[in-house]
Nanobody
Framework: QVQLIESGGGSVQTGGSLRLSCLAS????????MGWFRRTPGKEREPVAV???????TYAESVKGRFTISREKSKNILYLQLSDLKPEDAAMYYC???????????????????WGPGTQVTVSS
């Protein structure tokens, strides 16, 4: 089993920045994929950015060039740097981890076995 906990959410103005962190614990050696998803009320959870343990990275088109995903592997920490934030970026952001790689599409939430409780990002105009 893997446990995930997010931190770093908050309220910023349009154009501002935040860095989200996700600390993984437990059987982290089994993890091949990690990523960030987000959800707003009335919408399905959507992928933001995902990465593999071999450093393959995929971003949603809506955040490409503004957000950066990275890992501090020795400490089992996943980061998401959010820059040039827009009101439409406001959401609950979730960290996810998966044992899968090459057997499913990494931008689909069904690939992920483990989820954190989320951290809220609010963007004011």
């Amino acid at each position: 089993q893997v446990q995930l906990i997010e931190s770093g959410g908050g309220s910023v103005q349009t154009g501002g920045s935040l860095r989200l962190s996700c600390l993984a614990s437990g059987d982290t050696h089994s993890v091949n994929l990690m990523g960030w998803f987000r959800r707003t009320p009335g919408k399905e959870r959507e992928p933001v950015a995902v990465t593999s343990v071999w450093d393959d990275i995929t971003y949603a088109e809506s955040v490409k060039g503004r957000f950066t995903i990275s890992r501090e592997k020795s400490k089992n920490i996943l980061y998401l740097q959010l820059s040039d934030l827009k009101p439409e970026d406001a959401a609950m952001y979730y960290c996810a981890a998966s044992r899968s790689y090459g057997t499913c599409m990494p931008m689909r939430d069904y690939c992920y076995n483990y989820w954190g409780p989320g951290t809220q990002v609010t963007v004011s105009s």
